[in-house]
C-alpha cells in the first residue's frame, strides 16, 4: 500500500501538472470504485483543480466551488499520466481524470477491487475520512507521545493505526522500528521517554529520508515505480537476506495478507518472535533464539 513517502511524491507530481487546469470529464470502468451518489461525477467535471493535498494515505483533490475528490489507492491501486483521453486499461483500469493536456488514469492490480473514490461538495463531506491520527512529520515530541500512550498495543500497531499516526503502513514501520532498534511486539505502555524519543526520531528520520529518496529518483517525471518494496530497504520484503547492519539473516512474522520484518540481533537482543501459524505447528521445536537457526 502506498505510504507517506509514496503519497507525498504522488501529491507532488500532481500538483505539477493538475493545479490551474480543468478537469474536463471523469470516466469510470469499475462501478464499484465510486463510493458515493451526490455530487455525481458529470457535476465534478468542468472545475478547475485548486489543490491537491494528502489525508492519511488519500489523496484529495481540490476543485473551484467547494468540490472535491478523495482517492484511496488501497494495497494496488497506482495512478498513470498518459496522453490526453487515453484509453482506460481493460483489466486493470477503474477510472480517468481528463485534462487537456493529459489523463490521470487510476488501475488496481489483483482480482480484488478496494481502491476507492469519493466525491464531495464541501469540505465537510470529507472529515468523516480523517482518522485523526496525528502528522509523524509536523507533530511534536509531545504530541507523539500522547499518541502512542492513548491506548495499549504492540508498537508496530501503533504506528500503523491511522487513529494513532497518519501515513504509516507495514513497509515504513519496519524500516522505523529496525532504525529505532526496537522490537515490533514492545507494549508502548511499557515504554520509556527515552524509547518514546528514538522512536520519534526514527519516524522522521526514515520518512524524510526515503521521501527524499523517491523525490530525487523521480526527478520530473511522473513516479511510474510505486512499491512497497525498494531496493535499500533494511528490513522490509528482505526475509532471510542479511540485515544491513549486521548480517544477520532477517526475520519475518506472518499474519493475514502482512507480514513483519525484523533483524533478532538488532531489535529484539537475539530473541526469535513467535509466527502464529508455525510457532504453532513446532510447539517445542520453534528456536527460540536466532543461535539456534545459524
Same mark, same amino acid.
Given at each position: 500500500?502506498?505510504? %507517506?513517502?509514496?503519497?507525498?511524491?504522488?501529491?507532488?507530481? %500532481?500538483?505539477?501538472?493538475?493545479?490551474?487546469?480543468?478537469?474536463? +470529464?471523469? &470516466?469510470?470502468? #469499475?462501478?464499484?470504485?465510486?463510493?458515493?451518489? #451526490?455530487?455525481?461525477?458529470?457535476?465534478? +467535471? *468542468?472545475?478547475?483543480?485548486?489543490?491537491?493535498?494528502?489525508?492519511?494515505?488519500?489523496?484529495?483533490?481540490?476543485?473551484?466551488?467547494?468540490?472535491?475528490?478523495? =482517492?484511496?489507492?488501497?494495497?494496488? *491501486?497506482?495512478? &498513470?499520466? %498518459?496522453?490526453?483521453? +487515453?484509453?482506460?486499461?481493460?483489466? $486493470? *483500469?477503474?477510472?480517468?481524470?481528463?485534462?487537456?493536456?493529459?489523463?490521470? =488514469?487510476?488501475?488496481?492490480?489483483?482480482?480484488?477491487?478496494?481502491?476507492?473514490?469519493?466525491?464531495?461538495? *464541501?469540505?465537510?463531506?470529507?472529515?468523516?475520512?480523517?482518522?485523526?491520527?496525528?502528522?509523524?512529520?509536523? #507533530?511534536?515530541?509531545?504530541?507523539?507521545?500522547?499518541?502512542?500512550?492513548?491506548?495499549?498495543?504492540?508498537?508496530?500497531?501503533?504506528? !500503523?493505526?491511522?487513529?494513532? $499516526?497518519?501515513?504509516?503502513?507495514?513497509?515504513? #514501520?519496519?524500516?522505523?522500528?529496525?532504525?529505532?532498534?526496537?522490537?515490533?511486539?514492545?507494549?508502548?505502555?511499557?515504554?520509556?521517554?527515552?524509547?518514546?524519543?528514538?522512536?520519534?526520531?526514527?519516524?522522521? /528520520?526514515?520518512?524524510?529520508?526515503?521521501?527524499?529518496?523517491?523525490?530525487?529518483? !523521480?526527478?520530473?517525471?511522473?513516479?511510474?515505480?510505486?512499491?512497497?518494496?525498494?531496493?535499500?530497504?533494511?528490513?522490509?520484503?528482505?526475509?532471510?537476506?542479511?540485515?544491513?547492519?549486521?548480517? !544477520?539473516?532477517?526475520?519475518?512474522?506472518?499474519?493475514?495478507? @502482512?507480514?513483519?520484518?525484523?533483524?533478532?540481533?538488532?531489535?529484539? @537482543?537475539?530473541?526469535?518472535?513467535? /509466527?502464529?501459524?508455525?510457532?504453532?505447528? %513446532?510447539?517445542?521445536?520453534?528456536?527460540?533464539?536466532?543461535?539456534?537457526?545459524?
Amino acid at each position: 500500500m502506498p505510504e %507517506l513517502p509514496d503519497i507525498t511524491i504522488y501529491v507532488e507530481a %500532481l500538483r505539477a501538472r493538475i493545479v490551474g487546469r480543468k478537469l474536463e +470529464a471523469i &470516466r469510470l470502468a #469499475s462501478p464499484f470504485l465510486l463510493r458515493t451518489v #451526490s455530487p455525481s461525477p458529470r457535476e465534478i +467535471a *468542468g472545475r478547475a483543480v485548486e489543490s491537491v493535498a494528502r489525508l492519511g494515505k488519500r489523496i484529495v483533490i481540490g476543485l473551484a466551488g467547494d468540490r472535491w475528490i478523495v =482517492i484511496h489507492l488501497m494495497i494496488a *491501486g497506482r495512478f &498513470r499520466w %498518459l496522453a490526453p483521453r +487515453a484509453k482506460i486499461p481493460g483489466r $486493470v *483500469g477503474l477510472a480517468a481524470f481528463d485534462f487537456e493536456d493529459g489523463s490521470l =488514469i487510476l488501475t488496481e492490480a489483483g482480482s480484488k477491487r478496494r481502491a476507492s473514490l469519493h466525491l464531495f461538495a *464541501g469540505r465537510d463531506g470529507f472529515a468523516a475520512l480523517d482518522r485523526g491520527g496525528i502528522e509523524p512529520l509536523d #507533530s511534536g515530541l509531545d504530541a507523539f507521545r500522547g499518541a502512542l500512550r492513548r491506548e495499549s498495543h504492540t508498537v508496530k500497531r501503533a504506528l !500503523t493505526d491511522p487513529r494513532l $499516526v497518519s501515513g504509516i503502513g507495514n513497509s515504513y #514501520s519496519d524500516e522505523i522500528l529496525h532504525r529505532a532498534r526496537m522490537s515490533p511486539m514492545k507494549l508502548t505502555k511499557s515504554m520509556t521517554d527515552e524509547e518514546i524519543a528514538r522512536l520519534h526520531r526514527a519516524v522522521i /528520520d526514515t520518512l524524510t529520508f526515503w521521501t527524499e529518496r523517491l523525490r530525487a529518483e !523521480t526527478g520530473d517525471r511522473f513516479p511510474e515505480k510505486v512499491t512497497a518494496f525498494r531496493d535499500g530497504m533494511a528490513v522490509h520484503g528482505r526475509f532471510g537476506q542479511p540485515c544491513p547492519d549486521c548480517a !544477520t539473516p532477517v526475520q519475518r512474522i506472518v499474519y493475514a495478507d @502482512n507480514e513483519t520484518n525484523y533483524c533478532a540481533r538488532c531489535q529484539t @537482543n537475539g530473541k526469535l518472535l513467535a /509466527d502464529r501459524a508455525l510457532s504453532r505447528l %513446532l510447539h517445542d521445536d520453534w528456536p527460540k533464539s536466532i543461535d539456534e537457526v545459524e
